[in-house]
């Protein structure tokens, strides 16, 4: 009997990424360079993040002709993004079969309360999160794999580091539980307890969990993985620095040999300016990405 | 027994995890110069141009193709030692294959299925994501497991290619085929008995 769509094949997926590094990509031309430069998937988007915060108004899924435009470019898979509980954007995505969708927080969620049931589809889903308890009721409606949420376009990494961190401090305590604890943590977290069960049973999350959200050079990049992470999204880091090529190249080789500290100084001598980063106190609690979904 | 698995990028830690389920000792490899250290090699799953890219980087091509200790390819390592690949140059190479990337197309064809696998008395749970088929084969290669009509399991020599992914699940059949192939290849090499 073959078996389609299942956590395993979903999941599964999303390990195939670790130790990678996604790059976003806003036409054919970038998904190229993406590709050549070593990236493992390309997200296609209309606008990258910090474009989208000087846009404002409303930022929705890419036009499919963008997403087919990138699928048609690369052979290395392809995201896209889908706003928060936009059951139709997503299943137009899946339709299309884009490889992965994001259900992210960088686009103005379509609903405030619910997230998409992602467990209905045959397509993998990546969803942001901030603590473990955001990240397991992400895993209960069917997410194959997480990121940080961090603070998209900003080319700052407080916010990734800070969300990374704790889940992962949050995971080693559920893992040393005794098991009579675990439904309060349930409880206090507003985490699935059956969720929380498997990560005490593994030891850690059933899914990969990279980092995203402010990641602007070879040395954050190195950071995150050094904090645990499995692999990093790049948003805007890379098409919005000087040298979009040796800057791709760069964050790949930092990723790969995170711990190789003379490799990512010789790597990042090359690449010129990166992105200008925006300070988050500077940034109104409305206008912080992260806070949209739950 | 020590086996490496080259880390690079994509699924090492689920091998190394594999390889300790075998009795075995599991190094991630990311230079060349660790080649020397291990008595087998997996090139595991991820992306394949991902990792071709890094391996050009720190120039491990050589060492790479002068291993002549077993090694097992899985999915995008399985690309990596075909000697003809669909649309792309070969990449290290040594198995008389020719494969096809993508094969089975998008990651939303992706799927698990029961394999009969040529010397396993059971079937085998065989999950196959985004992953390749080997198109035909050529002299030395025999063929141990069929998809339909897609050849997705071959040995030649000491060498074994897997177009899934044995490390996603707990079931170390296809493990056990490496470790024979250490074992084998330690006794006919006496520098390496004590």
């Known amino acids: 009997m073959v078996q389609l769509g299942t956590d395993l094949v979903k999941r599964g997926m999303a390990q195939m990424q670790k130790g990678g590094v996604i790059m976003d990509v806003i036409n054919a031309e970038q998904a190229k360079i993406a590709e050549a430069s070593g990236a493992v998937a390309v997200m296609a988007l209309e606008m990258v993040p910090s474009d989208i915060r000087k846009a404002g108004g409303v930022a929705r899924m890419a036009d499919p002709r963008v997403v087919e435009e990138v699928m048609n470019a690369v052979s290395i898979p392809v995201m896209a993004k889908g706003r928060i509980g936009h059951i139709v954007e997503a299943r137009i995505l899946e339709s299309m079969g884009v490889d992965y969708i994001d259900e992210s927080e960088v686009l103005t969620p379509a609903d405030e309360e619910y997230h998409l049931l992602k467990n209905e589809f045959s397509v993998p889903f990546v969803c942001g999160c901030r603590d473990l308890g955001e990240a397991a009721r992400r895993i209960g409606e069917g997410a194959s794999m997480l990121r940080t949420k961090g603070e998209p376009g900003t080319g700052n990494i407080v916010e990734a580091v800070r969300h990374m961190r704790k889940v992962n401090a949050q995971v080693k305590q559920i893992a040393n539980m005794s098991p009579d604890e675990i439904m309060t943590a349930a409880k206090e977290l507003g985490a699935p307890y059956e969720v929380l069960l498997e990560i005490h049973r593994l030891k850690r999350l059933p899914v990969v969990n990279f980092a995203a959200g402010g990641i602007a050079t070879p040395a954050d990049a190195a950071l995150m993985m050094e904090l645990g992470a499995d692999g990093v999204f790049v948003g805007s880091g890379i098409f919005k620095s000087e040298s979009p090529e040796k800057f791709a190249n760069a964050i790949v080789q930092a990723t790969t040999h995170y711990q190789d500290y003379e490799l990512i100084a010789r790597v990042s001598k090359e690449i010129g300016t990166p992105m200008k980063g925006l300070e988050i106190a500077s940034l109104a609690p409305e206008a912080r990405m992260q806070n949209r979904g739950w | ?194």
């Not at chain 2, 294959?97 to 939303?108: A, D, E, H, L, P």
């Not at chain 2, 749970?125 to 063929?143: C, K, L, Q």
């Not at chain 2, 071959?154 to 290619?161: A, E, S, T, Y």
């Open chain 2, 1 to 194: 027994m020590k086996i490496g698995v080259l880390a690079l990028q994509g699924a090492v830690e689920e091998h190394i995890h594999a390889i300790e389920g075998i009795g075995a000792e599991g190094i991630a490899i990311k230079s060349a110069e660790q080649l020397n250290e291990i008595d087998g090699l997996i090139l595991p799953g991820g992306e394949s141009t991902a990792m071709r890219k890094l391996i050009d980087y720190h120039e491990m091509m050589p060492a790479l193709k002068d291993f002549k200790k077993p090694i097992l390819g899985t999915c995008a390592g399985l690309i990596l030692l075909a000697d003809c690949v669909e649309g792309s140059e070969a990449h290290i190479g040594g198995m008389n294959i020719w494969v096809r990337r993508n094969s089975f197309g998008r990651q939303i064809d992706s799927f698990s299925t029961e394999l009969t696998v040529q010397g396993l008395d059971t079937p085998y749970e065989a999950v196959f994501i985004r992953a390749p088929h080997i198109d035909r084969v050529g002299e030395g290669v025999e063929v141990l497991a069929m998809y339909g009509d897609k050849i997705v399991l071959v040995q030649q020599g000491n060498k074994i290619g897997c177009a899934f992914h044995p490390e996603l699940t707990d079931d170390l059949r296809i493990m056990e085929l490496l470790k024979e192939q250490i074992q084998q290849s330690k006794l006919a090499q006496p520098s390496n008995v004590l």
